[in-house]
T-cell receptor, first 116, second 115 residues
Framework: GAVVSQHPSWVICKSGTSVKIECRSL??????MFWYRQFPKQSLMLMAT?????????EQGVEKDKFLINHASLTLSTLTVTSAHPEDSSFYIC????????????FGPGTRLTVT | QKEVEQDPGPLSVPEGAIVSLNCTYS??????FMWYRQYSRKGPELLMY????GNKEDGRFTAQVDKSSKYISLFIRDSQPSDSATYLC???????????????FGQGTILTVHP
């Protein structure tokens, strides 16, 4: 399978600051990357879909001004949590797919964000 | 009613047992089916990917899809303690554009294989 990395794996930040999470597809070109949020003992919740070179498409209820997504290349997408608050503390996971290869989707290892 | 139903378990089996995990779905537009394994505090790992009715085998894992019944299964043979994890079924349509690749997940089944 394909390899997707995320950085950092764990971050603690103070309330009001911004945090950037990187998602990289290491061995294939990701035309599309997805950002998920996962709460303990729950399934994944899709936040947004980003296509390389295009604006992200956000799911209903997700604040686009708070969760800034950039997908500038076929190997890198970033999620910036702006003005983070304790309720933004969660496990954020990205996944990557290539629409020319089909519908397989590969996930990164996740980033645990704690806002104090 | 959720689009995808998966028994959350938990499921506990002895080492060496055959494990059967199942999901049912209601949306007939789903065409592609995946099984992921997720260890605690890790991202999901793709185990199986299928796009037609029938069986697909990979090592100890067999994925089964029955589109007429809207039912998918994952079988794990000779289960090992290292198989202890949460198993998620996921599926998607063949939509393109902004709907490409949107996965609908089951709730996940927590599996424990004890020695």
């Amino acid at each position: 399978g394909a390899v997707v990395s995320q950085h950092p794996s764990w971050v603690i930040c103070k309330s009001g600051t911004s945090v950037k999470i990187e998602c990289r597809s290491l061995d294939f070109q990701a035309t599309t990357m997805f950002w998920y949020r996962q709460f303990p003992k729950q399934s994944l919740m899709l936040m947004a879909t980003s296509n390389e070179g295009s604006k992200a498409t956000y799911e209903q209820g997700v604040e686009k001004d708070k969760f800034l997504i950039n997908h500038a290349s076929l190997t890198l997408s970033t999620l910036t949590v702006t003005s983070a608050h304790p309720e933004d503390s969660s496990f954020y996971i990205c996944s990557a797919g290539n629409r020319d290869r089909g519908y397989e989707q590969y996930f990164g290892p996740g980033t645990r964000l704690t806002v104090t | 009613q959720k689009e995808v139903e998966q028994d959350p378990g938990p499921l506990s089996v002895p080492e060496g047992a055959i494990v059967s995990l199942n999901c049912t779905y209601s949306n007939s537009a789903f065409q592609y089916f995946m099984w992921y394994r997720q260890y605690s505090r890790k991202g999901p790992e793709l185990l199986m990917y299928t796009y037609s009715s029938g069986n697909k085998e990979d090592g100890r894992f067999t994925a089964q899809v029955d589109k007429s019944s809207k039912y998918i299964s994952l079988f794990i043979r000779d289960s090992q303690p290292s198989d202890s994890a949460t198993y998620l079924c996921a599926m998607t349509t063949n939509a393109g554009g902004t709907s490409y690749g949107k996965l609908t997940f089951g709730q996940g089944t927590i599996l424990t294989v004890h020695p």
